[in-house]
């Protein structure tokens, strides 16, 4: 286990390289002037341009670059913004937030997601089970942005139960907006546990477990869920990843100060430094929760063993 | 024993009917099917694939998959209690504790993602409140009596873990756990290779002298049967054809469909020549002809059994055949 937890942390590496540059080429060395619209309406001056691509080493050739960035990413240096903003502060500020709201999504989607997938997975055809495939075919066919502003026009604007936007990004205030990042997720959640279950209970252990005469909670508490539980554990760690950087919607509509909005407004106002720093974050995320998630399944399932 | 006082039997099953309620129809898998087994003693339950054999287990079990399995009629009384007039509760504390059951392929029927020990261990702590540590020393003493070597660290070990031998001999130790008093071991050598096969049927055999188990062993195999069987029911389309002492059975058979599945088996002393089949296939249990069920492929059939289910005829000694002609069957003629 240990030597596989190595090699994977070493597979990282290659992994991370050609992320980060693919995105630095991307932001850097499209054509277009990085400089552009910085100053107003006004060209910038030629003091200001000069003094810029000399930070950002832009005359040299794109790889040196890209050297440089490394580099200083290695000392923890993510640079500055056009305006002097250490990008370091601003992901430092708006991480935790993000990481709330990713894990507010994360427990609705496992609570609510497996509950109903358990329940109609455990019965065939009855009312419950077509209310969970019809209520989830609804949420996977409403696009996010859809569900984020009806949420917020009919709870936050018209009904009043809830505040519109988010004024602080605690674990409270994340409720509604975790709720409508995990909607789709959580429909698949349901679909996938429903699924699983219901072919788990007609396996053969399942007839075991009854002849031994164990009680029918234990059967589906233990045996079945246990077996269950193993593709939908794969789901929702890679979702997690997903969370955290998927949350552009869901955070704009409710004006969450979140990773999501921080990458938008960057791409928007062509802020390189930014994006290239974030997406960097980002990508680590993901390399270490699709680590994280391998892991788990190897806990859950015994017969898959890392050489 | 007289013909119709089984009252010594530990378990009797008696005119048990099961149909399958499926979407193509009501098919009957079970069409009055009765056996008797008392403490120590093996009954052999014989027939072919969809005979209904294990239905019959699962239904005395009290675990068939209902729907599409619905017991139909007939009385399954083990010490003399009906079971399926007990409650669902009643029924489950007598699995595992009063009648267990081993399956055929223990690869399967072990869940993949607990240990051995941890399968053994549940029941002892479920059903006897046992602690932990408890639990686990007698898991290990299971695993001993079925001669899994090393039990001490293969306790911890999962299904996958064990060769095929290995997991059969782990699912008998599971089936022992809550001390029954009758196994049903449902083609329990049928996943294993020959010598293993061998090895698995002397450890049964050993375990029930033991401890007085009565046994009721269903197979397909006649080799197992003639080695280890007291008695033999003959199942056919959901009908026991003969149900006689295996000695009896073996020296002259009283239905035709058991001379049949006799003369089927190779021998040594016929070398060379062509093996002997029953022509035909067993009947679809959603149209079961009418009369005698084995009448398309009976070599003896008359229009009598095109017409009339036979009844059981006794043959004396506690045998019953089901044939219109059993006592010229049984004399040869």
């Given at each position: 286990?240990?030597?596989?937890?190595?090699?994977?942390?070493?597979?990282?590496?290659?992994?991370?390289?050609?992320?980060?540059?693919?995105?630095?080429?991307?932001?850097?060395?499209?054509?277009?002037?990085?400089?552009?619209?910085?100053?107003?309406?006004?060209?910038?001056?030629?003091?200001?341009?000069?003094?810029?691509?000399?930070?950002?080493?832009?005359?040299?050739?794109?790889?040196?670059?890209?050297?440089?960035?490394?580099?200083?990413?290695?000392?923890?240096?993510?640079?500055?913004?056009?305006?002097?903003?250490?990008?370091?502060?601003?992901?430092?500020?708006?991480?935790?937030?993000?990481?709330?709201?990713?894990?507010?999504?994360?427990?609705?989607?496992?609570?609510?997601?497996?509950?109903?997938?358990?329940?109609?997975?455990?019965?065939?055809?009855?009312?419950?089970?077509?209310?969970?495939?019809?209520?989830?075919?609804?949420?996977?066919?409403?696009?996010?942005?859809?569900?984020?502003?009806?949420?917020?026009?009919?709870?936050?604007?018209?009904?009043?139960?809830?505040?519109?936007?988010?004024?602080?990004?605690?674990?409270?205030?994340?409720?509604?907006?975790?709720?409508?990042?995990?909607?789709?997720?959580?429909?698949?959640?349901?679909?996938?546990?429903?699924?699983?279950?219901?072919?788990?209970?007609?396996?053969?252990?399942?007839?075991?477990?009854?002849?031994?005469?164990?009680?029918?909670?234990?059967?589906?508490?233990?045996?079945?869920?246990?077996?269950?539980?193993?593709?939908?554990?794969?789901?929702?760690?890679?979702?997690?990843?997903?969370?955290?950087?998927?949350?552009?919607?869901?955070?704009?509509?409710?004006?969450?100060?979140?990773?999501?909005?921080?990458?938008?407004?960057?791409?928007?106002?062509?802020?390189?430094?930014?994006?290239?720093?974030?997406?960097?974050?980002?990508?680590?995320?993901?390399?270490?929760?699709?680590?994280?998630?391998?892991?788990?399944?190897?806990?859950?399932?015994?017969?898959?063993?890392?050489? | 024993?007289?013909?119709?006082?089984?009252?010594?039997?530990?378990?009797?099953?008696?005119?048990?009917?099961?149909?399958?309620?499926?979407?193509?129809?009501?098919?009957?898998?079970?069409?009055?099917?009765?056996?008797?087994?008392?403490?120590?003693?093996?009954?052999?339950?014989?027939?072919?694939?969809?005979?209904?054999?294990?239905?019959?287990?699962?239904?005395?079990?009290?675990?068939?998959?209902?729907?599409?399995?619905?017991?139909?009629?007939?009385?399954?009384?083990?010490?003399?209690?009906?079971?399926?007039?007990?409650?669902?509760?009643?029924?489950?504390?007598?699995?595992?504790?009063?009648?267990?059951?081993?399956?055929?392929?223990?690869?399967?029927?072990?869940?993949?993602?607990?240990?051995?020990?941890?399968?053994?261990?549940?029941?002892?702590?479920?059903?006897?409140?046992?602690?932990?540590?408890?639990?686990?020393?007698?898991?290990?003493?299971?695993?001993?009596?079925?001669?899994?070597?090393?039990?001490?660290?293969?306790?911890?070990?999962?299904?996958?873990?064990?060769?095929?031998?290995?997991?059969?001999?782990?699912?008998?130790?599971?089936?022992?756990?809550?001390?029954?008093?009758?196994?049903?071991?449902?083609?329990?050598?049928?996943?294993?290779?020959?010598?293993?096969?061998?090895?698995?049927?002397?450890?049964?055999?050993?375990?029930?002298?033991?401890?007085?188990?009565?046994?009721?062993?269903?197979?397909?195999?006649?080799?197992?049967?003639?080695?280890?069987?007291?008695?033999?029911?003959v199942?056919?389309?959901?009908?026991v054809v003969e149900h006689a002492?295996?000695?009896?059975l073996?020296?002259?058979p009283g239905h035709?469909?058991t001379?049949?599945?006799?003369?089927?088996?190779?021998?040594?002393?016929?070398?060379?020549?062509?093996?002997?089949?029953?022509?035909?296939?067993?009947?679809?249990?959603?149209?079961?002809?009418?009369?005698?069920?084995?009448?398309?492929?009976?070599?003896?059939?008359?229009?009598?059994?095109?017409?009339?289910?036979?009844?059981?005829?006794?043959?004396?000694?506690?045998?019953v055949s089901?044939?219109?002609?059993?006592?010229?069957?049984?004399?040869?003629?």
């Amino acid at each position: 286990m240990g030597r596989y937890v190595l090699r994977r942390l070493l597979q990282m590496i290659p992994v991370f390289l050609g992320t980060t540059f693919l995105i630095y080429v991307l932001v850097w060395a499209v054509p277009g002037d990085p400089f552009a619209g910085k100053c107003g309406e006004r060209d910038c001056p030629d003091s200001y341009v000069s003094a810029m691509r000399e930070e950002f080493n832009l005359d040299d050739p794109v790889v040196v670059q890209y050297g440089e960035y490394l580099l200083n990413l290695v000392r923890g240096d993510f640079g500055r913004t056009s305006s002097g903003v250490e990008v370091s502060d601003r992901i430092v500020e708006t991480f935790p937030v993000t990481l709330r709201l990713a894990l507010v999504a994360l427990v609705v989607e496992a609570v609510i997601g497996i509950t109903a997938g358990v329940v109609s997975g455990l019965r065939n055809r009855g009312f419950l089970d077509s209310l969970v495939l019809v209520s989830t075919l609804f949420l996977i066919s409403i696009p996010v942005f859809v569900t984020g502003y009806v949420v917020q026009l009919v709870f936050g604007l018209q009904l009043g139960w809830i505040s519109p936007t988010v004024s602080t990004p605690t674990f409270g205030g994340l409720i509604v907006p975790g709720l409508v990042l995990a909607s789709l997720s959580m429909a698949y959640v349901a679909r996938l546990s429903r699924a699983s279950i219901s072919e788990n209970r007609r396996a053969d252990y399942v007839r075991t477990a009854l002849a031994k005469g164990l009680p029918q909670s234990r059967i589906v508490g233990v045996h079945v869920l246990r077996n269950s539980l193993i593709p939908v554990i794969t789901f929702l760690g890679t979702d997690l990843g997903a969370f955290m950087g998927g949350a552009i919607v869901t955070e704009g509509i409710f004006n969450v100060p979140g990773i999501g909005g921080l990458v938008f407004r960057s791409v928007q106002t062509k802020e390189g430094a930014m994006v290239t720093g974030l997406v960097t974050v980002l990508v680590l995320v993901y390399l270490v929760m699709t680590l994280v998630v391998d892991l788990l399944c190897a806990v859950l399932d015994p017969r898959i063993r890392y050489e | 024993m007289s013909e119709v006082d089984h009252s010594g039997a530990l378990l009797e099953v008696e005119d048990l009917r099961v149909e399958f309620r499926t979407r193509d129809g009501v098919a009957s898998v079970l069409n009055g099917v009765s056996y008797h087994v008392a403490a120590g003693e093996t009954l052999a339950v014989l027939g072919e694939s969809g005979s209904g054999k294990s239905v019959t287990a699962q239904a005395v079990m009290g675990i068939l998959d209902t729907p599409p399995a619905f017991v139909t009629g007939g009385a399954v009384r083990f010490h003399g209690e009906d079971l399926l007039r007990a409650t669902p509760e009643r029924r489950r504390v007598l699995r595992g504790s009063g009648l267990a059951m081993i399956f055929q392929d223990a690869l399967s029927a072990l869940n993949p993602v607990f240990t051995v020990g941890f399968q053994i261990e549940e029941q002892l702590r479920v059903r006897l409140g046992a602690s932990r540590r408890d639990a686990r020393q007698r898991a290990i003493e299971l695993l001993d009596l079925v001669r899994i070597p090393g039990a001490k660290q293969r306790v911890r070990e999962y299904p996958h873990q064990f060769s095929g031998g290995m997991r059969q001999r782990a699912m008998i130790a599971m089936s022992l756990a809550l001390d029954p008093e009758l196994l049903i071991a449902d083609e329990p050598t049928t996943a294993l290779d020959v010598t293993v096969q061998a090895q698995i049927m002397d450890l049964l055999a050993e375990i029930q002298a033991e401890r007085n188990t009565g046994l009721v062993l269903i197979t397909h195999d006649l080799g197992v049967v003639a080695e280890v069987a007291d008695r033999i029911a003959v199942v056919y389309a959901g009908r026991v054809v003969e149900h006689a002492d295996a000695r009896d059975l073996f020296r002259s058979p009283g239905h035709p469909y058991t001379a049949a599945l006799l003369e089927s088996l190779p021998r040594l002393d016929q070398r060379g020549s062509a093996l002997h089949t029953i022509r035909g296939l067993p009947p679809s249990l959603l149209a079961v002809p009418p009369g005698c069920p084995f009448h398309p492929r009976c070599p003896r059939a008359r229009d009598v059994c095109r017409t009339e289910v036979p009844a059981q005829v006794a043959l004396g000694s506690g045998r019953v055949s089901a044939c219109h002609f059993a006592e010229e069957v049984v004399s040869g003629g």
